[in-house]
T-cell receptor, first 113, second 115 residues
Framework: AQKVTQAQTEISVVEKEDVTLDCVYETRDTTYYLFWYKQPPSGELVFLIR??????QNEISGRYSWNFQKSTSSFNFTITASQVVDSAVYFCALSHSGSRLTFGEGTQLTVNP | DGGITQSPKYLFRKEGQNVTLSCEQN?????MYWYRQDPGQGLRLIYYSQIVNDFQKGDIAEGYSVSREKKESFPLTVTSAQKNPTAFYLC??????????????FGPGTRLTVL
């Protein structure tokens, strides 16, 4: 069975703080993909990153970075120097056979000015 | 501009009525999906379609129906058999088809409230 756990339901930080959102997954597949999506108050899910199970290199995109560790089945997301516009719900997701995605329950991030 | 459109953004219906949510994409994607999101929860898959005239049940298909007569359209009908239809509904698409693990891109969603 596939499962994604985002243990942090809500996180609140002050602007310019760094923040890490945790994601732990379970799968028996050897080939899989991991995703992060951002859901701002408008509701639409915005794709942030896709990572396959054979690529454990960390990824950096501007203030965003992702740390994929197969040994601990984790795919954590860090926002450096957070901004108010980063306030949103962030979802981690796992894909498996047939293009299906399993989502975590999301982490509500609030960045206060 | 390529993308996914869902209409309407807000929908109100009386209990016992069927309602159809629209989802259209002009990304030339083969695969399309419907998800349901309840407050404070993640997304759950209702139905998905890999190609025209074919679709499969997701995890919570009971009380819902879909059709896929055109590549760009994947309407979802919420029937009176759905016990708790009030939710936020998101449509997505990906390049597809079968066995693909391509990125899914999402529409803006429809918030359905049953009175």
């Amino acid at each position: 069975a596939q499962k994604v756990t985002q243990a942090q339901t809500e996180i609140s930080v002050v602007e310019k703080e760094d923040v890490t959102l945790d994601c732990v997954y379970e799968t028996r597949d050897t080939t899989y993909y991991l995703f992060w999506y951002k859901q701002p108050p408008s509701g639409e899910l915005v794709f942030l990153i896709r990572r396959n199970s054979f690529d454990e290199q960390n990824e950096i995109s501007g203030r965003y970075s992702w740390n994929f560790q197969k040994s601990t089945s984790s795919f954590n997301f860090t926002i450096t120097a957070s901004q108010v516009v980063d306030s949103a719900v962030y979802f981690c997701a796992l894909s498996h056979s047939g293009s299906r995605l399993t989502f975590g329950e999301g982490t509500q991030l609030t960045v206060n000015p | 501009d390529g993308g996914i459109t869902q209409s309407p953004k807000y929908l109100f219906r009386k209990e016992g009525q069927n309602v159809t949510l629209s989802c259209e994409q002009n990304l030339n994607h083969d695969a399309m999906y419907w998800y349901r999101q309840d407050p404070g929860q993640g997304l759950r898959l209702i139905y998905y379609s890999q190609i025209v005239n074919d679709f499969q049940k997701g995890d919570i298909a009971e009380g819902y129906s879909v059709s896929r007569e055109k590549k760009e359209s994947f309407p979802l009908t919420v029937t009176s058999a759905q016990k708790n239809p009030t939710a936020f509904y998101l449509c997505a698409s990906s390049i597809g088809p079968y066995g693909s693990t391509d990125t899914q891109y999402f529409g803006p969603g429809t918030r359905l409230t049953v009175l």
